[in-house]
């Protein structure tokens, strides 16, 4: 399939058209501290296997992109050893015993270089594929991800990731305020509640579409052979 092939893909508001050369895989966030037992995640209650569902079709989905050459690229939420980018408001939020920087079973929380910290090893990114470390909830505030994208002239996202409602919503609004086009697999992003997962990807498709488009991976599969 030609890299300036247009490809059509079934979604909701309406289709979602998208040529390869112009067009990223991003996955956010699907680190150990989040997916795995034992995580981050888990130490505060949640339920990580509603998040673990989403890794067989991001699988698929990374597989089949990666076969055609096609850009990747991922993310990770997490903070300098020296907490020197961690706002203390962020570290206190939830009241929890344990926070961000504390020495967790993998590590010291959300911390860049701890075991916690890295990408599960079902989604590893390749040597080739950029990671982009951030501070934040969304992958566009303070990293050089715009600079990637518009370096290798990128204008259309495929996203998915964890979790729906926080830094996947939050990285298809920024990046729309930017002028990228943004698809979302609804299987292939995940929220630890189910009716944030639901209004998280409502809020992207509202109004004709007014974050980007929702679909499925079988949807995105298929336009692709």
């Known amino acids: 399939m030609p890299n300036s092939t247009l490809i059509t893909v079934a979604a909701e508001p309406y289709a ?6 112009t067009c990223a895989l991003l996955i956010i966030d699907m680190q150990r501290d989040f997916l795995e037992p034992g995580g ?10 509603k998040l673990r569902r989403t890794i067989a079709p991001n699988q698929q ?41 504390d020495r967790g079973p993998m590590g010291r ?17 390749l040597p080739t594929e950029p990671v982009i470390d951030k501070p934040g909830k969304g992958a566009f505030f303070a990293t050089d991800l715009h600079a990637i994208l518009q370096n290798c002239g990128i204008q259309q996202l495929i996203v998915t990731g964890v979790t729906t409602e ?19 697999p609804a299987d292939c992003v995940g929220s630890y509640f189910p009716e944030f997962q639901d209004l998280g990807l409502r809020m992207i498709r509202a109004q004709g579409g007014i974050f980007g488009w929702v679909s499925h991976s079988d949807n995105l599969l298929a336009a692709l052979h």
């Open 16 to 21: 979602f058209e998208f040529t390869p050369a």
């Open 40 to 49: 981050f995640g888990e130490m505060l209650g949640n339920d990580v296997a």
């Open 61 to 101: 989905l990374l597989a089949a992109w990666r076969a055609k050459g096609w850009k990747v690229l991922h993310t990770r939420e997490g903070h300098r050893p020296d907490l020197s980018d961690l706002p203390p408001a962020k570290k206190v939020r939830g009241r929890s015993p344990m926070t961000i920087g």
């Open 109 to 125: 929380i959300l911390i860049r270089g701890e075991a916690g910290h890295d990408i599960i090893p079902e989604l590893y990114p």
């Open 166 to 184: 926080v830094c996947v919503n939050t990285t298809v609004r920024e990046a729309n305020d930017r002028g990228y086009d943004c698809l979302v």
